[in-house]
């Protein structure tokens, strides 16, 4: 079992910026691969970013650019989104993969807004 625990969501104004964080813990060391999901109301979750073990990055058309994730070990993986618009708007979930299943944490709530 991995659990997540995601951090650093709220309410920033449109072209600021926010930095989450997503601390893991378990079964740590099966993980495959981590990332960064959204959903806004009324629309389906979607991948923003993700970050394999290796180190390779992959990002949404709709946040290349702006968006960087990072990972500094096992544990934590981080999502820097700058230059954020509304439409970022959503809960951000943290996501992590092993050969098993995907593991969820609880979600984050980023509002962008004036």
């Known amino acids: 079992q991995v659990q997540l625990v995601e951090s650093g969501g709220g309410l920033v104004q449109p072209g600021g910026s926010l930095r989450l964080s997503c601390a893991a813990s378990g079964n740590i060391f099966s993980i495959k691969s981590m990332g960064w999901y959204r959903q806004a109301p009324g629309e389906q979750r979607e991948m923003v970013a993700a970050i394999t073990s290796g180190g390779s990055r992959n990002y949404a058309d709709s946040v290349k650019g702006r968006f960087t994730i990072s990972r500094d070990n096992v544990k934590n993986t981080y999502l820097q989104m700058n230059s954020l618009k509304p439409e970022d708007t959503a809960v951000y979930y943290c996501?992590?993969?092993?050969?098993?299943?995907?593991?969820w944490g609880q979600g984050t709530q980023v509002t962008v807004s004036s």
């Open positions: 996501n992590a993969q092993n050969v098993f299943r995907d593991y």
